[in-house]
């Protein structure tokens, strides 16, 4: 059901866009000639100067425009390509005055693509960009302190009393807070400034820092950056990127640490290496206070991501192994994480949620030794992100485990169906009043325009419809458009339905006489609802075309899909009256 009322809000709107081709009545594949002779034809029925009446000269104005704008775009080659690859939107683009006109539909689509992206990059540059992240590290151990019960069994229950055990809110505490935060300023085009900072707190005691950066963009192929910092002492560093081959990249820099005694330099170099379409290799050295060499390969598909890392430092050495399952009906991913080192081990497993377009949610088991159990809550907002790590246990105990990966389980269950989900059909509903507003105003507009065509096509009908009459030709006595709800089907509609479809169809034998040629009638493989004088009586619906018409004073009758071509008249159409 939420599939077919996306697919009716998407039909719905892009049953509003322009289609000059239907306009004009007139092939996709149209000959230029097939193009002037629509536009005369319609240039003669909408002409401001044919009409003496004020209010229908105000309205062939309109409808003389829009023909104008029509055959401006489909005589044109150029235009007509980007028209064809990209529709209006391509049109509205800025900077094709730069593209040649010998360019293909394909190298059309790049350009846009290329000047859509220059247009994203040049409003990205008019803003900051703020990025932020806060961490608030909980130490929750006292709930799951097996000591405490052990002292308790040996020394009775007078000394339960003289050492009464702590409240569940006493035996969670703040240990330590995390704080960054960072703003870009754009200089030029090529070159960005970058203030970041960071504040930290553990235990009582706290440090920060500050940075500031200059990259420069030196060309489409690399970039080169130079940071100052103070914290524990002034930084300086330099840093670089650089597109070697199609395949290899090369990002490297150097960091200089002073203080009161000396200098401490650090260096490091990745290079990168695409090995297939979903694979990419990092080969990183390290020089330095933590000097080593790593090696990873991460294979990235839109259903996983895999990762393998393998370090070798004089710190420490250690491999690691991770996996990320992407569930993209449930927007969900559910991630696994291996590492064994010289220090010990431990292993993460949980999930992540997109609740929105900007927001996730995600929960992360961790289990080690000799880190113990943790639980990590993250919240991500558009640019700002928001962690919970919760200290739950210095050591491996089954209590601490089953906690940690129920208990996000329940409080998802719980958010799920009581914040969520009401917000989420809130925002929908909202969402679709909007789109019911929005496609009522468009379907006024429409409507009001097809009236107004109508009442200009008034005279040619009557011209048009008395030369067939003479030559006892095409004569079309009924033309419905819209959506029928026969009576068979109203055992599976409710009254209320059927009368809500009583304005869903539309009366347009004027507009299809009028397009009536030599006794003939000929419409394309496209909505209806494009052609003159017509509208969409009901955007999103299945729409159909009723006709009744004469030939050689015989009765016809036919009754076609929206997008179905037609050519009358067809002896297949003739009713047998006998």
Same mark, same amino acid.
């Given at each position: 059901m939420a599939e077919h009322e996306a697919m009716d809000e998407e039909d719905s709107e892009r049953g509003f866009e322009e289609d000059y081709y239907t306009f004009l009545n007139i092939p996709r594949n149209a000959t230029p000639e097939e193009i002037s002779n629509a536009y005369r034809r319609l240039s003669k029925l909408y002409h401001p100067d044919k009409h003496s009446d004020p209010a229908l000269k105000k309205d062939a104005e309109i409808l003389f425009n829009r023909t104008n704008k029509a055959y401006e775009v489909l005589n044109d080659p150029h235009k007509r390509a980007i028209y064809d690859s990209l529709g209006v939107k391509g049109l509205d683009t800025e900077g094709w005055e730069i593209a040649l006109r010998t360019k293909t539909p394909q190298e059309l689509r790049e350009e846009y693509e290329r000047l859509a992206k220059e247009e994203e990059e040049k409003r990205l540059l008019m803003r900051t960009n703020p990025r932020g992240n806060l961490t608030v590290r909980i130490d929750a151990t006292e709930l799951f302190n097996r000591y405490t019960d052990e002292y308790d069994e040996i020394y009775g229950s007078l000394s339960r009393i003289a050492t009464a055990r702590p409240s569940i809110f006493s035996s969670v505490e703040v240990s330590g807070m995390a704080f960054s935060q960072s703003i870009e300023a754009p200089l030029t085009l090529k070159d960005t400034a970058v203030l970041g900072g960071e504040l930290n707190l553990k235990n009582g005691v706290g440090s920060g820092s500050v940075n500031f950066s200059v990259r420069h963009l030196v060309s489409p192929r690399g970039w080169f950056e130079v940071e100052v910092g103070a914290g524990s002492g002034p930084t300086l560093a330099f840093r670089g990127y650089r597109t070697l081959t199609k395949?290899?990249?090369?990002?490297?820099?150097?960091?200089?640490?002073?203080?009161?005694?000396?200098?401490?330099?650090?260096?490091?170099?990745?290079?990168?290496?695409?090995?297939?379409?979903?694979?990419?290799?990092?080969?990183?050295?390290?020089?330095?206070?933590?000097?080593?060499?790593?090696?990873?390969?991460?294979?990235?598909?839109?259903?996983?991501?895999?990762?393998?890392?393998?370090?070798?430092?004089?710190?420490?050495?250690?491999?690691?192994?991770?996996?990320?399952?992407?569930?993209?009906?449930?927007?969900?991913?559910?991630?696994?994480?291996?590492?064994?080192?010289?220090?010990?081990?431990?292993?993460?497993?949980?999930?992540?949620?997109?609740?929105?377009?900007?927001?996730?949610?995600?929960?992360?088991?961790?289990?080690?030794?000799?880190?113990?159990?943790?639980?990590?809550?993250?919240?991500?907002?558009?640019?700002?992100?928001?962690?919970?790590?919760?200290?739950?246990?210095?050591?491996?105990?089954?209590?601490?485990?089953?906690?940690?990966?129920?208990?996000?389980?329940?409080?998802?269950?719980?958010?799920?169906?009581?914040?969520?989900?009401?917000?989420?059909?809130?925002?929908?509903?909202?969402? =679709?009043?909007?789109?019911?507003?929005?496609? =009522?105003?468009?379907?006024?507009? =429409?409507?009001?325009?097809?009236?107004?065509?109508?009442?200009?096509?008034?005279?040619?009908?009557?011209?048009?419809?008395?030369?067939?009459?003479?030559?006892?030709?095409?004569?079309?006595?009924?033309?419905?458009?819209?959506?029928?709800?026969?009576?068979?089907?109203?055992?599976?509609?409710?009254?209320?339905?059927?009368?809500?479809?009583?304005?869903?169809?539309?009366?347009?034998?004027?507009?299809?006489?009028?397009?009536? =040629?030599?006794?003939?009638?000929?419409?394309?493989?496209?909505?209806?609802?494009?052609?003159?004088?017509?509208?969409?009586?009901?955007?999103?619906?299945?729409?159909?075309?009723?006709?009744?018409?004469?030939?050689?004073?015989?009765?016809?009758?036919?009754?076609?899909?929206?997008?179905?071509?037609?050519?009358?008249?067809?002896?297949?159409?003739?009713?047998?009256?006998?």
């Open positions: 395949r290899i990249f090369f990002t490297g820099g150097t960091v200089l640490h002073f203080n009161s005694n000396e200098i401490r330099p650090g260096l490091i170099g990745t290079l990168t290496m695409q090995l297939d379409t979903h694979t990419v290799g990092h080969l990183t050295y390290k020089l330095g206070i933590q000097s080593g060499m790593s090696t990873t390969v991460v294979r990235n598909t839109p259903e996983s991501n895999t990762a393998c890392t393998i370090e070798f430092s004089l710190m420490q050495s250690y491999i690691s192994l991770s996996y990320t399952h992407r569930l993209e009906e449930r927007q969900m991913e559910l991630k696994g994480y291996l590492k064994f080192s010289t220090f010990g081990w431990f292993a993460e497993y949980g999930a992540e949620k997109k609740l929105s377009q900007h927001t996730t949610v995600s929960a992360m088991v961790h289990l080690g030794a000799p880190t113990g159990v943790y639980l990590r809550m993250k919240l991500k907002r558009a640019y700002q992100s928001y962690t919970f790590p919760i200290r739950l246990s210095d050591e491996l105990f089954p209590a601490p485990v089953f906690y940690a990966t129920v208990a996000p389980l329940i409080s998802w269950v719980l958010l799920k169906n009581f914040i969520v989900d009401p917000i989420k059909r809130e925002r929908k509903q909202r969402d =679709k009043e909007k789109q019911r507003e929005a496609n =009522k105003r468009i379907k006024q507009e =429409k409507q009001k325009e097809a009236k107004a065509a109508v009442e200009l096509m008034k005279a040619t009908f009557s011209r048009i419809r008395a030369e067939e009459e003479a030559k006892r030709g095409l004569i079309i006595t009924k033309a419905m458009y819209g959506r029928f709800v026969y009576p068979q089907d109203r055992g599976n509609v409710s009254e209320d339905t059927v009368d809500g479809h009583k304005d869903e169809i539309i009366d347009v034998t004027i507009p299809l006489q009028c397009l009536v =040629k030599d006794s003939k009638l000929v419409l394309h493989n496209a909505s209806k609802s494009q052609l003159p004088g017509f509208y969409d009586p009901c955007p999103g619906e299945d729409k159909q075309l009723l006709l009744q018409y004469l030939f050689h004073m015989q009765t016809h009758e036919c009754l076609l899909k929206d997008n179905e071509p037609l050519r009358i008249p067809k002896s297949s159409h003739r009713v047998n009256t006998t």
